[in-house]
């Protein structure tokens, strides 16, 4: 099985944009977490665009997570956009959302 992942960075304005495109499973979560710790590294803040993303597994929201707490611990800004709507649901689900400077509207209860 092959799997793979898009992973496009653009660098601006001390922001360094990531948009991911393709499924973020396990197959591909070295891959994106490599992207992931070279932006932590740039020092810059981080905008993650995951509107690209079709299929998700826990290794994603364990990446995701990771990278949030890192981020912070380094006084970076990640925020996520583009939530695909089965992510949001289970990131919502877990509470994970403030955890992760989620920037994803959220309906009313």
């Not at 877990?94 to 400077?101: H, I, K, V, W």
């Amino acid at each position: 099985m092959s799997e793979s992942i898009s992973i496009r960075s653009v660098s601006a304005n001390g922001t360094t944009g990531l948009a991911l495109s393709g499924d973020f499973t396990i197959y591909v979560a070295g891959e994106v977490h490599a992207a992931i710790g070279a932006a932590l590294d740039a020092g810059e803040d981080i905008r993650l665009d995951l509107s690209g993303v079709g299929e998700f597994d826990t290794s994603a929201l364990q990446i995701l997570r990771a990278a949030g707490r890192e981020a912070g611990a380094r006084g970076i800004s990640l925020t996520l956009t583009g939530h695909p709507p089965a992510l949001l649901e289970t990131m919502t689900l877990l509470s994970l959302g403030p955890a992760l400077d989620d920037e994803s509207p959220r309906e009313a209860a």
